[in-house]
């Protein structure tokens, strides 16, 4: 249908673009905190690297598996109610952090993150394809943009609230911890874990009220099953999500970028610590990485897709996230830290270029195909293993040279993978 056809008025479409972006603002501030926990369950569940990267895995790995039956929940339900389920499994989820924060069982705190990430799953194959087909495909990128900056602001915001609970004393605990005896240890650690029950009860409360604002909400449905004629005329002879190889490449492309994505954020603040800088400094890392993304934003939706197409910006994005690796890998103290937070400039229109170049003349596939790219977010599952296990086996810093192959797949898929589509 065309877009005229799927919101009434201009108000209309401000209004959910609006609602929407409440929804990104949600997801950046849930999904930038493991940049904060893993660092505190290193030290309160007494981890290693590999060990404290599970944080990610479980986090993101729930994307790859419940992302095609939130697809299928969707086709049944439809965005708004899919959006409302969402929110409320998230809700769920924050609240499996208060037994996992009295028993200090690490395996507790992943299933709280296995589920908080299942809520995302569907709030997300929802939500993205909604954004996209809002208006013109051409100008995706830029609603996209707009959607990140929503994002990213609360991933600035959101570990420097977390870390405000978290990190008081920090350095301090951390380097009396070995001369304690196992009882007053324990009670540390015990005491520490406590610290995280009272920011994630705040955010089980938030959670379940924004789920019954967006259920009464007049956020309109949109109907992807049904194409207009030229895009039927065109799909006439695709009958499996298979015919499309730009969608699959796409998919490729952003299992890759959420990894590189996923490392620079939630790496950083350990990085740093490697690095000789104290964690009442380094925990605000992230932050930096997030603001340096949300920059790129604004460059967005500034240029594109006015001055630069969205395959052209996502080449420039590989390009320069190559350059800030190396420099990363070679440089050491605040520079180096300062280039893995840059990264956040090449990684921002990544994403936003990805989506609608991948979905591009899907039609009545949109949904399916909105559920395969959210898979694709379980590189942020993997790939920040491979770096846990690069940083056990050899440094942090040399960890980083992980990113390289990630930004080639990239940049493959911005110079011809985009263009690759079956007769």
Known sequence: ??????????????????????????????????GTLIPYLKLACQLNNSESMLVAFAFYISYFVMALPSSYILKFIGFKKGMMLGIWVMALGTLLFIPAANTRIYGLFLAGLFMIGTG??????????????????????????????????AGVIAPLILGFFLFKDFDKLEASLP????VAKTAALN????RVVVPYIIMSIFLFILGLLIRFSGLPEIDTEHEDETLAAKNANKTSIFQFP??????????????????AGDTIILYGQSQGIEMSIAK????????????????????????ISQANAL?????????????????????????????????????????????DGLGRFTKTASALLIMAIAGGATLPLVYGWLADVFNRQQAYWIAIPCYLVILYYAVSGHKIKSK
């Open 1 to 34: 249908m065309a877009n005229s056809e799927r919101l009434n008025s201009k108000s209309d479409y401000i209004f959910s673009i609006s609602l929407i972006g409440i929804l990104f603002f949600l997801f950046g501030f849930v999904t930038w905190l493991n």
């Open 120 to 153: 995302l799953s569907i709030l997300q194959t929802a939500s993205n394809p909604y954004v996209t087909i809002l208006g013109p495909i051409e100008s995706a990128a830029k609603r996209i943009s707009i959607m990140g900056i929503c994002n990213k602001v």
């Open 179 to 182: 001369f304690m005896d196992e």
């Open 191 to 194: 005491e520490l874990a406590a």
């Open 246 to 263: 730009h969608l699959w490449l796409g998919v490729i492309a952003l299992f890759f970028y959420v990894g590189v994505e996923v490392i």
């Open 284 to 307: 605000a890392f992230t932050s930096l990485t997030l603001a340096s993304m949300i920059v790129g934003y604004f460059i967005g939706i500034f240029f594109i897709p006015k001055y």
């Open 315 to 359: 080449k420039l994005s590989a390009i320069v996230g190559i350059i800030l690796t190396i420099l990363a890998i070679f440089t050491n103290g605040f520079v180096s830290i300062a280039f893995i937070a840059l990264l956040g400039l090449a990684n921002a229109l990544v994403w936003p270029a990805i989506w609608p170049l991948a979905l």
